[in-house]
């Protein structure tokens, strides 16, 4: 679903991403792991076309973002960790806009709306605008609008900040059908426990560079993906 080819991204003289490969099938919660500065965010954003990178190729559901950006954003949706939103509209006026661009049929948006809408407890607060949202509320709409146009893959920066507990609970059991029924997540986070009980595979980055990668259960053998984490990160302050 997502082939990150040698993806390398470099600002100024300095490689934010180097010579990255990912592969990401059907039916996968992919975990990003690394601390501040790693690259996570420099690498989905490439993955979603915000950003160009220097080398390498990223294909989404085997077409290359370098040759046909728009059928690749088409089959995904992406959740930054800090969605700009247009806040002079309500929720779903929001909502409908961007199922407009996607072509959502108003029978499909509606369903839609509905669903995720009551999963996360947002459906009585979308006639409100959104300026009037708390940061969680706000998390809560970019996910619904990037679910609304039915994506086969999910990119997610540190999707959780911000959430209560019931609706990152509701998040995590959303993540796993969404995966159940064919879609493929990629996302980076900071809570090791989260990604600890939910990936199915996990990559470590580290100042641009891969430093392991695999299930889970290779990732971290007999420890704790957290002990995994602080010992890699030992070996680079060492």
Do not use: W
Not at 31 to 37: L, R, V, Y
């Amino acid at each position: 679903m997502l082939n990150i080819q040698h993806l390398t991204k470099a600002y100024g003289g300095k490689k934010a991403v180097d010579d990255l490969s990912l592969h990401i099938r059907p039916g996968e919660i992919y975990g990003f792991i690394g601390h501040n500065g790693a690259g996570k965010t420099t690498t989905l954003k490439s993955c979603c076309g915000i950003l160009q990178f220097d080398e390498g190729d990223i294909l989404v559901d085997g077409v290359s973002i370098r040759q046909d950006p728009l059928a690749c954003k088409r089959r995904l949706a992406y959740i930054p960790d800090n969605p700009d939103l247009y806040e002079y509209m309500t929720g779903i006026q929001y909502l409908d806009f961007v199922a407009d661009v996607f072509g959502v049929t108003a029978a499909d948006r509606a369903g839609r709306i509905r669903r995720y809408g009551d999963a996360f407890g947002l459906t009585e607060d979308l006639a409100q605008p959104v300026s009037a949202y708390s940061h969680g509320m706000k998390q809560k709409l970019a996910i619904l609008s990037a679910l609304v146009h039915a994506p086969r893959l999910l990119l997610m920066d540190e999707p959780f900040v911000g959430l209560d507990p019931r609706a990152s609970h509701q998040l995590k059991v959303l993540m796993r059908q969404f995966c159940d029924e064919g879609g493929a997540i990629f996302f980076s986070t900071h809570v090791l426990e989260v990604a600890e009980k939910l990936c199915d595979k996990v990559a470590i980055i580290r100042a641009g560079r891969l430093v392991r990668a695999g299930t889970m259960e290779q990732v971290k053998g007999d420890d704790s993906l957290e002990e995994v984490f602080l010992e890699l990160e030992g070996e680079k302050e060492g």
